[in-house]
C-alpha cells in the first residue's frame, strides 16, 4: 500500500494547482492563471476532505472509493447528506484534481471513470444563462483552455461573456478593430440582421487581451480572408467558423475543463452564454454621437 511519502505531498500539488504555478515532470515551468478566490476556497475544501478520506492510500485508491466518500459528504452544519448536484460537483473537483496530477505532473494511472459513473447522473436541463459564478468559471476555463486552437476558444468565450450574440461574434470582423489611445473599439454587428449594419462600442479590456493573443495566430488564408480582413473568428481553412455547431463546440470543450460547469458542459449553448451577467462589468459609456451611427462595413 502507498504512503504519501512514496510520491510528491498531496497538499503542496493542491497549493500549486490552485496558485496556477507548478513544475511538471520534465522540468518544465508552468505559469496559469490562477483560481478565484471562491473557488481556491470550495477546491481546496473538498480536497482536503478527500485527502483525509483517503489517507495512506493517496496514490493508490480504487474509483469507487470517490463514490463512497462522495455519499459520506453532508452539508456545512452537518444536518443532512449534500444533494445530488453537490455530490456530481465534488467529484468533478476531484477528478480535475487527479487530471492535473496525471498531465502536468506525469503522475500517470489516473484514468478515471466519467463522473456520471462516479456519481451518478445528475439532471440536465439545458441552461438559459449561467448564473454569476458561472460565468467567471467559464471565464477562467477559457484562460485556461489548452485544447484545439486556445487563443481562438478564448476570444469566442470572452466574446460572448461580453453579452454579444452568437450571430454578432461570427460576423465580427478584423477589419472593425479600432485603436484609440488607451482604448479599443469594435464595429459590433447589430443583433438580428443579416446585413453589414455596425454599432462603433468599446471593448472591455480583458476582451482586448484576448484578441491580442489571437491575432497573431488567427489562421487567415486567401480569398476568404487575409490578415486586415474578413470574419475576426475564422477555422482551419480560413473562413468564418459555424454560428450553430463550431461555437457550440468551442463553449463546451471549455466548460468542460472546469470542475463547477462539467455537469452542465454537454447541453451549454452559446446563447446561455451570451445571455449571462458579463464578469467583465458593466458595459463601457455609450460612444459620442458620430460613432453611435451605424455604418456599412466593405
Not at 507548478?22 to 492563471?33: K, L, M, N, S, Y
Not at 439532471?123 to 438559459?128: E, F, G, H, I, L
Not at 480583458?206 to 477555422?235: C, F, I, M, Q
Not at 452542465?264 to 458593466?282: C, K, N, Q, R
Amino acid at each position: 500500500m502507498a504512503t504519501p511519502h512514496d510520491g510528491p505531498d498531496p497538499y503542496r500539488i493542491l497549493d500549486n494547482w490552485l496558485a496556477g504555478s507548478w513544475t511538471r515532470a520534465d522540468g518544465q515551468e508552468v505559469i496559469g492563471h490562477a483560481w478565484s478566490d471562491d473557488a481556491d476556497y470550495r477546491y481546496r475544501d473538498i480536497v482536503a476532505s478527500w485527502l483525509r478520506h483517503i489517507g495512506r492510500q493517496v496514490w493508490n485508491y480504487h474509483p469507487q472509493q470517490i463514490t463512497h466518500w462522495s455519499q459520506t459528504l453532508r452539508t456545512k452544519d452537518g444536518s443532512r447528506p449534500l444533494g445530488q448536484a453537490a455530490r456530481t460537483r465534488a467529484v468533478s473537483v476531484i477528478r480535475s484534481y487527479y487530471r492535473h496530477c496525471d498531465e502536468d505532473l506525469g503522475r500517470g494511472g489516473y484514468n478515471l471513470p466519467p463522473r456520471r459513473v462516479l456519481a451518478g447522473p445528475a439532471p440536465q436541463k439545458p441552461a438559459r444563462h449561467l448564473e454569476p459564478a458561472q460565468g467567471v468559471a467559464l471565464m477562467s476555463a477559457a484562460d485556461r483552455y489548452r485544447g484545439l486552437m486556445p487563443e481562438r476558444a478564448r476570444l469566442a468565450v470572452y466574446l460572448l461573456l461580453s453579452n454579444l450574440r452568437p450571430g454578432q461574434v461570427v460576423r465580427f470582423h478584423v477589419s472593425g478593430i479600432r485603436r484609440e489611445h488607451d482604448r479599443v473599439m469594435g464595429a459590433i454587428p447589430q443583433k438580428n440582421n443579416t446585413d453589414s449594419a455596425t454599432v462603433w462600442t468599446e471593448l472591455p479590456r480583458p476582451v482586448v487581451w484576448a484578441l491580442d493573443e489571437y491575432l497573431p495566430v488567427r489562421t487567415w488564408k486567401e480569398p476568404h480572408s487575409n490578415a486586415s480582413s474578413g470574419p475576426l473568428l475564422l477555422s482551419r481553412n480560413g473562413r468564418a467558423i459555424d454560428r450553430v455547431n463550431t461555437l457550440k463546440e468551442i463553449v463546451r470543450a471549455v466548460a468542460a475543463t472546469h470542475p463547477d460547469l462539467e455537469e452542465i458542459a454537454a447541453t451549454l449553448s452559446p446563447d446561455a452564454v451570451a445571455h449571462t451577467l458579463s464578469p467583465f462589468g458593466p458595459p463601457p459609456a455609450a460612444p459620442g454621437k458620430a460613432d453611435d451611427q451605424a455604418r456599412r462595413t466593405p
